[in-house]
């Protein structure tokens, strides 16, 4: 058996080292294109050998066309008095993502139009973006945006949209199959933990575990910009898709809440069976979720085209916290150890896709005689015996070649690891072979 997964240890030393990769990563201000990716896929590169891609403005995909590179160096807004009273050093949400540059003096009345606050939360800055449509903008608390004075402001939004490229990430890992196992993840926010510094976190890691291991699938990870990034990657790996098994798009996996796996677009995928086959098992408390053509790049990996088997793990979904888009998603949202938590049932699912077969009994004649085959032998003295001989009686019954062991567990409602333990033992035995 291919063991995934790491010692309790190694997963909670690695939650540490992804909280710090975070903390590395929370200042740069990415947006879908520009420096900030570049340098996130850099700091990236210190842990797994990312390809950095860039792929020119103006590049058709699809529907979509690759807009021009955004760059940001400085933004503020002073009073009349010259005092800075928003700066971009302060915090990089402060700017309206994909401003376009300005630099002039308006009224409060004007200011107001191009200003966005939580007025719910009036602590906490949004996170806004504009990348289809120019406009500039500031974003700053509400309670901020009520103390205005009525005063002239100067606004300055040192920024450039030019000719360039966008930049996506790509790191393969080459396992005995070309069949291929997708991990996709969104690098376009800046100052933002759960979503989605902490994708980025827990994909590199896993990458960075599975890259030591000998692996059955391939695996393909990508760190690329929310939505164009997808279409953009699909557009130029159109007809390679098809190797793509089974997949996952990670995101949202810092912060205390409970899992949720939505489902891929068929709905009865391989990975819609391990993802919720793992969770049921495990007894961590989870919610699955069908399919919706909303949230992330999985809607454009099930897009009717392609309907490729890749689902979407998460903590709590897409958009249903109040700190979603906003300041409040920052270091303290996110824990080590629930990011240690997310990268070992990340593990625990692949590890049910790389073991997953389908066996054939040899005895298929009524049941055989297990005693004098030595299996016995083979699963007994310890506490699991009982459930490892229930195992064996379900892998014989339904090994006739259209089963897997996932099926048989899912079935038996045993865990896939004693199953596995179980079928390793009978085949040990000579009593099941592979089915081709
Ligand atoms: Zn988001």
Same mark, same amino acid.
Request: hydrophobic letters at 35%; a neutral charge; proline letters at 4%.
């Given at each position: 058996?291919?063991?995934?997964?790491?010692?309790?240890?190694?997963?909670?030393?690695?939650?540490?080292?992804?909280y710090?990769?975070?903390?590395?990563?929370?200042?740069?201000?990415?947006?879908?294109?520009g420096?900030?990716?570049?340098?996130?896929?850099?700091?990236?590169?210190?842990?797994?050998?990312?390809?950095?891609?860039?792929?020119?403005?103006?590049?058709?995909?699809?529907?979509?066309?690759?807009?021009?590179?955004?760059?940001?160096?400085?933004?503020?807004?002073?009073?009349?008095?010259?005092?800075?009273?928003?700066?971009?050093? $302060?915090?990089?949400?402060?700017?309206?993502?994909?401003?376009?540059?300005?630099?002039?003096?308006?009224?409060?009345?004007?200011?107001?139009?191009?200003?966005?606050?939580?007025?719910?939360?009036?602590?906490?800055?949004?996170?806004?973006?504009?990348?289809?449509?120019?406009?500039?903008?500031?974003?700053?608390?509400?309670?901020?945006?009520?103390?205005?004075?009525?005063?002239?402001?100067?606004?300055?939004?040192?920024?450039?949209?030019?000719?360039?490229?966008?930049?996506?990430?790509?790191?393969?890992?080459?396992?005995?199959?070309?069949?291929?196992?997708?991990?996709?993840?969104?690098?376009?926010?800046?100052?933002?933990?759960?979503? $989605?510094?902490?994708?980025?976190?827990?994909?590199?890691?896993?990458?960075?575990?599975l890259?030591?291991?000998?692996?059955?699938?391939?695996?393909?990870?990508?760190?690329?910009?929310?939505?164009?990034?997808?279409?953009?990657?699909?557009?130029?790996?159109?007809?390679?898709?098809?190797?793509?098994?089974?997949?996952?798009?990670?995101?949202?996996?810092?912060?205390?809440?409970?899992?949720?796996?939505k489902?891929?677009?068929?709905?009865?995928?391989?990975?819609?069976?391990?993802?919720?086959?793992?969770?049921?098992?495990?007894?961590?408390?989870?919610?699955?979720?069908?399919?919706?053509?909303?949230?992330?790049?999985?809607?454009?990996?099930c897009?009717?085209?392609?309907?490729?088997?890749?689902?979407?793990?998460?903590?709590?979904?897409?958009?249903?916290?109040?700190?979603?888009?906003?300041?409040?998603?920052?270091?303290?949202?996110?824990?080590?150890?629930?990011?240690a938590?997310?990268?070992?049932?990340?593990?625990?699912?692949?590890?049910?896709?790389?073991?997953n077969?389908?066996?054939?009994?040899?005895?298929?004649?009524c049941?055989?005689?297990?005693?004098?085959?030595?299996?016995?032998?083979?699963?007994?003295?310890?506490?699991?015996t009982?459930?490892?001989?229930?195992?064996?009686?379900?892998?014989?019954?339904?090994?006739d070649?259209?089963?897997?062991?996932?099926?048989?567990?899912?079935?038996?409602?045993?865990?896939?690891?004693?199953?596995?333990?179980?079928?390793?033992?009978?085949?040990?035995?000579?009593?099941?072979?592979?089915?081709?």
């Amino acid at each position: 058996m291919l063991e995934l997964t790491k010692t309790e240890i190694d997963i909670n030393k690695a939650g540490t080292a992804m909280y710090e990769l975070i903390a590395e990563l929370y200042p740069f201000c990415r947006s879908i294109t520009g420096n900030g990716v570049r340098q996130t896929l850099k700091s990236l590169q210190k842990h797994i050998p990312i390809i950095i891609n860039e792929v020119p403005s103006g590049t058709k995909a699809f529907d979509w066309e690759v807009p021009r590179e955004w760059n940001i160096s400085d933004a503020y807004i002073k009073n009349s008095r010259g005092e800075k009273i928003i700066s971009f050093n $302060n915090s990089n949400l402060h700017v309206l993502n994909y401003s376009i540059p300005v630099n002039k003096k308006v009224s409060l009345r004007e200011l107001r139009n191009h200003v966005f606050t939580l007025p719910d939360r009036p602590e906490w800055i949004p996170y806004r973006t504009s990348y289809y449509q120019e406009n500039w903008g500031f974003c700053m608390t509400h309670s901020q945006f009520e103390s205005l004075a009525d005063d002239t402001y100067e606004v300055f939004i040192d920024s450039t949209l030019t000719e360039g490229s966008l930049t996506y990430g790509e790191y393969y890992i080459k396992g005995e199959k070309e069949d291929e196992i997708l991990i996709s993840t969104h690098v376009c926010h800046p100052s933002l933990c759960n979503d $989605n510094l902490s994708g980025i976190a827990v994909s590199a890691f896993l990458a960075k575990m599975l890259g030591k291991q000998k692996l059955k699938y391939s695996y393909r990870f990508l760190f690329i910009p929310g939505t164009i990034g997808s279409i953009v990657w699909l557009s130029k790996n159109e007809k390679k898709v098809y190797k793509i098994k089974h997949g996952l798009v990670a995101t949202l996996l810092g912060d205390d809440s409970d899992f949720t796996y939505k489902k891929s677009r068929r709905g009865n995928a391989e990975i819609d069976m391990a993802a919720e086959h793992y969770l049921k098992s495990a007894k961590i408390p989870y919610k699955i979720i069908d399919f919706i053509p909303y949230g992330y790049d999985e809607r454009q990996y099930c897009s009717p085209g392609f309907n490729l088997p890749v689902g979407c793990l998460t903590r709590k979904p897409h958009g249903e916290f109040p700190e979603y888009h906003t300041s409040a998603d920052n270091m303290d949202f996110v824990k080590p150890y629930r990011l240690a938590e997310s990268l070992s049932v990340y593990l625990e699912i692949l590890n049910i896709l790389e073991n997953n077969v389908s066996y054939v009994n040899l005895n298929p004649n009524c049941e055989p005689q297990l005693g004098k085959r030595g299996l016995y032998d083979k699963i007994g003295g310890t506490n699991q015996t009982q459930i490892l001989q229930l195992a064996a009686l379900w892998i014989l019954n339904m090994s006739d070649g259209k089963n897997s062991l996932l099926d048989i567990s899912v079935k038996s409602g045993i865990e896939f690891s004693i199953i596995k333990k179980s079928a390793d033992a009978l085949y040990a035995c000579d009593l099941l072979k592979e089915h081709s």
